[in-house]
């Protein structure tokens, strides 16, 4: 497993952050990967690391926050040419690091119904499959 340096994202790591989001598939049309990094970076409660290369080019990112009781973990994106050398797993365990700082007990995270080949990779950290019924409702126009 190569390390990466894992550090807390700025301003000007948006552009290549939001890219890495489009170029792992985890950004749907109604999120707006650039608003929702900056809105992280703002919160309290959330925030964005990224992992850097030995070369310093951001490979990996999570965006991470909590709302006081449980932790959750979003965007968790490994460059797909640099997939399976453990830079997700390193991501994983920043974010889970960031939550216990913070005196956060439980970590969760979403997988869309139609990014499956995420779930092995996410059990393979620890993570099981919650027995839950998640209720939405939009507070804006459906995108």
């Given at each position: 497993?190569?390390?990466?340096?894992?550090r807390n994202?700025?301003?000007?790591?948006e552009p290549r952050v939001a890219?890495?989001?489009?170029?792992?598939g985890l950004v749907a049309s109604y999120n707006d990967p650039a608003t929702d990094f900056r809105f992280a970076l703002a919160g309290a409660a959330s925030d964005v690391l990224v992992g850097q290369d030995?070369?310093?080019?951001?490979?990996?990112?999570?965006?991470?926050?909590?709302?006081?009781?449980r932790g959750w973990l979003y965007y968790v994106a490994a460059d797909p040419t640099a997939q399976g050398q453990g830079f997700g797993r390193q991501m994983v365990e920043a974010g889970e690091a960031w939550l216990r700082e913070r005196g956060v007990v439980k970590v969760q995270l979403l997988?869309?119904?139609?990014?499956?080949?995420?779930?092995s990779f996410y059990e393979h950290?620890?993570?099981e499959v919650a027995p839950r019924t998640v209720m939405a409702k939009?507070?804006?126009?459906?995108p």
């Open positions: 497993m190569l390390p990466l340096i894992i994202a700025s301003t000007d790591d890219e890495l989001w489009r170029e792992c030995e070369a310093g080019h951001v490979v990996a990112s999570v965006m991470v926050g909590h709302d006081g009781h997988v869309r119904e139609t990014n499956t080949k995420v779930v950290l620890g993570f939009w507070l804006v126009d459906t």
